[in-house]
């Protein structure tokens, strides 16, 4: 187990369904984090706590190192200096520490990568019947609950090359969230999509966080950040340059760097 | 009729007289120079395809074929096993209309009813009189077959009947084309061991005794240490090879049982229940059982025509296709000395000619072998293919694995299945689907490679067409022969291609 620091103050403006415990423990734990591409110093030592129930949301330009970053907590990239600390259990070389991460910590990605060759159903119940060696018919069910969920159950025994993207990445969303996780990592989960489809996988993103679910969100959908973010990370050129609450990064950034960012992208 | 359409109003798209006439002028005859080319194009059918049908309906002395036909099918397969070749043969015929009702019911009609057609029509024309009735009662079988799978296919047990007949087919065929050459009373002992050692690690290894009592826990180690100390006793050296065998194979059957017990069921059910007719089946190998005598040895020195051209491509298609895969990800691997062996593996085997690999395999092979031990030479042909195969297997398939894209690794990683998994699960069944076209094209090709076995003295097909046109009453007959072999050739081909177009239209069902 992890040594949570004992002087964290929670941010000031709390948002009253705010589902964040700041009073236990931190659920992620980033030390000083660094990563090379090559001679390419793409993380250069992030530091950052995440704790039960909360909503991070990480923004910045493009080649910040956010998605190199939040890639790094469920171990798809490796980082070469610092410690990621995952519920309790230390990312290293270790290969059964990289599976007990895996296992809590779900993931959806900008490009969905779902199954081609499987239906949705399958799609979602791969993970429980696999790994988590649930018997079938108990994973359907509760694949189904997922899908009507996301309202998306009609689509079950259709082909993911047969629905629109924004059905395609609550597909998506579902499948992580069969496997029970912790925590839900989203690694841009709107870009790909047409901007009529934005708003429904955003609405089921709402409804996650508002359920409790700790998630870290790497997006430019500020409108997302304002409605349930706890707190928002400003990467830059592989650092943290600002965090703060929604409130705080809104109205009084206190970088240049941030507000001009945030001009650019709120118009 | 120009109006505006209502909203939501959809229109049926334009229908199109086609007539005859309309499509012959729209595809032949226009523009003038399509007519050209169409009326060069006939002449030229015509001035090949005249000579060949008159000399084939005509001139032809199709005698030869008739003659010797059963040298083309088997070769030298003694008359009095030929029973066996028709058993498989009435098999065959009911495992693919088994199989055929179950899993594709009335689907593919236009095909069966092609292959049935076939099969009459050997029967009614008079190609081999002799053998009507049997042509006619293979097709008879297949639909019958076909019929009664097709009134069952929503039941389980005929699903489950259609893929026990499909994956039990191939090693049917061979144990019966072989025989059984009488195994002494050691022999079967040591077998009926090891499929006791196997049924008993399989069933320890899913009952988890240690959960009901503690004892167990160790106890059950019993199973492979048991004769592992035996092979260290001085008393049985003679049985050392084979005691650490019995071990290593019980110890296997015990790890695959505890490792997936839900899915292994099924399976070990079926063993259970089949545990003592196959001892009993085991006792009868012995050299006065039932199945010595009515199955005897069959040399492979004895096999030969199409039965011997099938068996070397069945074997070389079965096995060379999973050790592709494998020196496939072996070529991708991450560990340098997997990859390096992979690499120069098939970088040689690509760089000599098959005949070569032959020849290689009949004067090679005993090299690596324990003084004594000899392997026959259709042994050695069908290694010599496998390897061969493999090599140009693996590139296919890595040719499928490098289109998927990074997201569908990452994916499945993100889940949580380990590597084993993601391949087996995502990655293979992707990029083997990918590459069915050029993996198809391999297995033609490798059906009409195997005629190079002929080289090394082996008589399939080719072969045997070399020593039918050495009868004296048959000189000067090549023509005849080496067109019936080409058909047969084309037909099975064609047959292959055809299957691999719809196998891949089945499965992109949904996709993008």
Known sequence: MSQAPTTYTPPKHRRKESHARYDEPPIIVARDVHKWYGHFHALRGISMEVYPGEVVVIFGPSGSGKSTFIRCINRLEEHQRGTIIVDGVELTHNLKNIEQVRRKVGMVFQQFNLFPHLTVLENVTLGPIHVLKWPKKKAEEVAMELLERMGIPEQAHKYPGQLSGGQQQRVAIARALAMQPKIMLFDEPTSALDPEMIKEVLDVMIELARSGMTMVVVTHEMGFAKAVADRMFFFDQGQVVESGTPEEIFTEPKEERTKLFLSQILH | ?512
């Open chain 2, 1 to 512: 009729m120009e109006r505006p359409l209502a909203p939501g109003e959809t229109l049926p798209p334009p229908t199109e007289r086609i007539t005859i006439l309309g499509w012959i002028y729209r595809n032949l005859l226009s523009p003038w120079y399509n007519a050209v080319l169409t009326v060069l194009g006939l002449a030229l059918a015509y001035a090949l395809l005249t000579p060949i049908l008159r000399w084939a309906l005509t001139q032809a002395e199709w005698q030869v074929v008739v003659v010797n036909l059963r040298l083309f099918m088997v070769g030298q397969y003694p008359k009095e096993a030929l029973w066996r070749v028709w058993l498989l043969l009435y098999l065959l015929s009911l495992t693919a209309g088994w199989s055929w009702g179950v899993l594709l019911g009335k689907r593919y009609a236009t095909a069966g009813l092609v292959l049935l057609g076939a099969f009459i029509g050997l029967a009614v024309l008079p190609f081999a009189p002799a053998l009507r009735l049997r042509w006619f009662t293979l097709a008879l079988t297949a639909l019958g077959a076909w019929a009664l799978a097709y009134r069952w296919r929503e039941t389980g047990w005929a699903r489950k009947v259609a893929f026990a007949l499909l994956l039990l087919y191939f090693p049917i065929v061979i144990i019966v084309i072989r025989g059984f050459a009488g195994w002494d009373r050691a022999r079967q002992l040591w077998a009926a061991l090891y499929l006791t050692g196997v049924l008993a690690g399989l069933v320890v290894g899913m009952w988890r005794p240690e959960q009901r009592w503690p004892a167990a826990r160790w106890g059950q180690f019993g199973l492979f240490l048991v004769p592992l100390a035996l092979a260290v006793l001085p008393g049985f050296v003679a049985w050392r090879f084979p005691l650490v065998g019995l071990a290593a194979v019980t110890w296997a059957a015990w790890l695959t049982g505890r490792s997936n017990p839900t899915t292994l069921k099924g399976f070990a059910r079926v063993l259970v229940g089949l545990y003592l007719p196959l001892l009993f089946l085991l006792y009868q190998m012995g050299p006065s059982g039932i199945l010595t005598r009515a199955m005897p040895q069959v040399g492979t020195n004895l096999w030969g025509g199409l039965l011997l051209t099938f068996l070397l491509t069945i074997v070389g298609i079965v096995f060379s296709f999973p050790l592709g895969i494998l020196l496939a990800l072996g070529r991708r691997s991450v560990m340098p000395i997997i990859r390096v062996f992979s690499i120069l593996y098939i970088e040689f085997i690509r760089g000599v000619p098959l005949v070569t690999v032959l020849f290689m395999a009949q004067v090679m092979l005993p090299l690596f072998l324990p003084p004594g031990m000899t392997i026959d030479r259709v042994l050695r042909a069908m290694a010599g293919i496998v390897l061969f195969a493999a090599a140009y297997m693996a590139e296919n398939v890595r040719g499928g694995l490098q289109a998927i894209p990074k997201g569908q690794y990452e994916a499945a990683y993100a889940l949580g299945l380990n590597a084993f998994q993601t391949m087996t699960l995502i990655i293979l069944p992707q990029a083997l689907r990918n590459v069915i076209p050029v993996i198809v094209n391999q297995f033609i090709a490798l059906f009409k490679d195997t005629s190079l076995v002929a080289i090394v003295g082996l008589f399939d097909l080719l072969g045997i067409a070399s020593t039918v046109l050495a009868q004296p009453q048959f000189i000067g007959k090549q023509r005849e022969v080496y067109t019936f072999i080409g058909l047969i050739y084309w037909i099975f081909s064609y047959g292959m291609s055809y299957t691999s177009r719809q196998i891949e239209k089945a499965l992109g069902v949904g996709e993008r």
